[in-house]
C-alpha cells in the first residue's frame, strides 16, 4: 500500500481595473491584442507601475488564509522562454511574498483537515496560445493580469481533500470579493503535483506535476489516473521517473504519427 502525497499551486486571477504593472485593461475580450501596452510586451525603456489595488488584495487574500504578515514585499523577475511569454521574463514573488505558512481548514464527509499554506504571492499572467495544425497564435490581452498563486504544502492525500481544498478556497477568493474564480473562464487554476510513498516511510516519492488544470472534476480525474499510474510503476519494483515518462510519452506519439 501507498500514501498519496499531493501539494497544489493554485493560479487565480485578481479582479481590478487595469493590469499588475500597466495601465491597460483588465477585461476579457473576444477581439485579441487589443488591451495591450509596451509594458506589457516587454519593450525596451518601459518603466512596470505595481498595481496597489491587486496587491490590497492579494494581500487581503493572505490574511483569510491565516498567512504571516510580510514587513514589506519584494518582486522578482523570472526569466524563462516560452512563446507565451515572448519578452522572456515574468514579474513575480520568489524572496518577500504577499504572505507565508498560513493554512485552511477543510470539512470532508467524516473528519476535518488543515491544509497548510507555504505561500501566496502575487505575478503577472502570460499571453494565451491558440494551437492550429501547423501554427499557433499569440493573444497579449491576458498578459500582465495580475494572478495570484497560492502554493500548498505536500499535504493533501486524496482527490477528494483536493477538491474540497479548490472549493474551499474558491469561496475564500469570493467572499473576499477579490475574484470571481471561475475555474470554466480560466480564472481559477492549477497545477498537481504528486508522488505515492510506501506506507510508514517518512521519504517522500519523485513527485509528478501536472499543469494549468481548471475543472475541479478533471483535477480528480488526474489525480486518480496518476495514482493508479504511479502504484503500477512501484509494484513492478521500477522507480517513478518524470523525465523518462515524458519521454516515452513524446517517443509514442512520434512512433503513432509514423504509423
Ligand atoms: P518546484 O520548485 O518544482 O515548483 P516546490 O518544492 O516548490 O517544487 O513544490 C511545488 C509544489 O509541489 C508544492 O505544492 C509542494 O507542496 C509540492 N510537492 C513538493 N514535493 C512533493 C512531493 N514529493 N510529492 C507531492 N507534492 C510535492
Ligand atoms: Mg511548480
Same mark, same amino acid.
Given at each position: 500500500?501507498?500514501?498519496?502525497?499531493?501539494?497544489?499551486?493554485?493560479?487565480?486571477?485578481?479582479?481590478?481595473?487595469?493590469?499588475?504593472?500597466?495601465?491597460?485593461? =483588465?477585461?476579457?475580450?473576444?477581439?485579441?491584442?487589443?488591451?495591450?501596452?509596451?509594458?506589457?510586451?516587454?519593450?525596451?525603456?518601459?518603466?512596470?507601475?505595481? =498595481?496597489?489595488?491587486?496587491?490590497?488584495?492579494?494581500?487581503?487574500?493572505?490574511?483569510?488564509?491565516?498567512?504571516?504578515?510580510?514587513?514589506?514585499?519584494?518582486?522578482?523577475?523570472? =526569466?524563462?522562454?516560452?512563446?507565451?511569454?515572448?519578452?522572456?521574463?515574468?514579474?513575480?514573488?520568489?524572496?518577500?511574498?504577499?504572505?507565508?505558512?498560513?493554512?485552511?481548514?477543510?470539512?470532508?464527509?467524516?473528519?476535518?483537515?488543515?491544509?497548510?499554506?507555504?505561500?501566496?504571492?502575487?505575478?503577472?499572467?502570460?499571453?494565451?496560445?491558440?494551437?492550429?495544425?501547423?501554427?499557433?497564435?499569440?493573444?497579449?490581452?491576458?498578459?500582465?493580469?495580475?494572478?495570484?498563486?497560492?502554493?500548498?504544502?505536500?499535504?493533501?492525500?486524496?482527490?477528494?481533500?483536493?477538491?474540497?481544498?479548490?472549493?474551499?478556497?474558491?469561496?475564500?477568493?469570493?467572499?473576499?470579493?477579490?475574484?470571481?474564480?471561475?475555474?470554466?473562464?480560466?480564472?481559477?487554476?492549477?497545477?498537481?503535483?504528486?508522488?505515492?510513498?510506501?506506507?510508514?516511510?517518512?521519504?517522500?516519492?519523485?513527485?509528478?506535476?501536472?499543469?494549468?488544470?481548471?475543472?475541479?472534476?478533471?483535477?480528480?480525474?488526474?489525480?486518480?489516473?496518476?495514482?493508479?499510474?504511479?502504484?503500477?510503476?512501484?509494484?513492478?519494483?521500477?522507480?517513478?521517473?518524470?523525465?523518462?515518462?515524458?519521454?516515452?510519452?513524446?517517443?509514442?506519439?512520434?512512433?503513432?504519427?509514423?504509423?
Amino acid at each position: 500500500m501507498y500514501k498519496v502525497v499531493i501539494g497544489l499551486e493554485v493560479h487565480c486571477e485578481v479582479e481590478t481595473k487595469s493590469k499588475n504593472f500597466s495601465g491597460a485593461p =483588465n477585461e476579457f475580450s473576444m477581439i485579441p491584442n487589443i488591451h495591450v501596452t509596451p509594458v506589457d510586451l516587454g519593450l525596451p525603456g518601459i518603466l512596470p507601475v505595481v =498595481n496597489a489595488e491587486a496587491c490590497r488584495k492579494a494581500l487581503k487574500t493572505a490574511m483569510a488564509l491565516h498567512c504571516e504578515q510580510p514587513d514589506e514585499i519584494i518582486f522578482d523577475r523570472k =526569466n524563462y522562454f516560452y512563446p507565451d511569454l515572448p519578452k522572456g521574463y515574468q514579474i513575480t514573488q520568489v524572496t518577500k511574498p504577499m504572505g507565508r505558512n498560513g493554512y485552511l481548514d477543510i470539512k470532508l464527509k467524516d473528519y476535518e483537515k488543515r491544509i497548510y499554506i507555504h505561500q501566496l504571492h502575487l505575478e503577472e499572467d502570460t499571453a494565451s496560445l491558440d494551437h492550429y495544425s501547423n501554427y499557433s497564435l499569440i493573444d497579449y490581452n491576458r498578459s500582465g493580469i495580475p494572478l495570484m498563486e497560492i502554493v500548498t504544502e505536500p499535504c493533501i492525500s486524496s482527490a477528494e481533500e483536493a477538491v474540497t481544498f479548490l472549493e474551499d478556497l474558491r469561496d475564500v477568493f469570493l467572499f473576499c470579493e477579490v475574484s470571481e474564480a471561475r475555474s470554466n473562464k480560466g480564472q481559477m487554476r492549477c497545477d498537481v503535483n504528486i508522488s505515492l510513498m510506501e506506507e510508514g516511510s517518512d521519504v517522500l516519492g519523485t513527485k509528478v506535476e501536472m499543469k494549468n488544470i481548471n475543472a475541479f472534476n478533471s483535477v480528480a480525474a488526474a489525480i486518480e489516473y496518476e495514482i493508479k499510474r504511479q502504484s503500477a510503476i512501484l509494484d513492478k519494483g521500477e522507480k517513478v521517473n518524470k523525465k523518462q515518462d515524458a519521454l516515452m510519452k513524446m517517443v509514442k506519439l512520434i512512433l503513432c504519427e509514423k504509423k
